[in-house]
């Protein structure tokens, strides 16, 4: 999955699979989750928003399920 650097505190960056709907978030510290039926459109909202991990932490995490990896 190809990847996009991000300016944010704790995410380092960002990816998206169109054909699974998989959004791909890789954190500062180390650790990469990956989140499920993800709209294409809420990528777009995320990597344009002020704030990538305040877009992740309202609108992403809680609603979408997702996995370590």
Partial sequence: MQMTLVESS???A?????DSSTL???FKNGGTYQYFAV???VFVELLNSDS??????SD???TYK???V
Avoid: C, D, R
């Fill in 66 to 68: 997702y996995s370590k």
């Fill in 24 to 26: 791909q978030v890789e």
């Fill in 39 to 41: 709209p294409e459109g």
């Fill in 10 to 12: 704790n995410v380092k």
């Fill in 52 to 57: 990538v991990g305040g877009y992740l932490a």
């Fill in 14 to 18: 960002v990816g998206y699979n169109k």
């Fill in 60 to 62: 992403i995490k809680g």
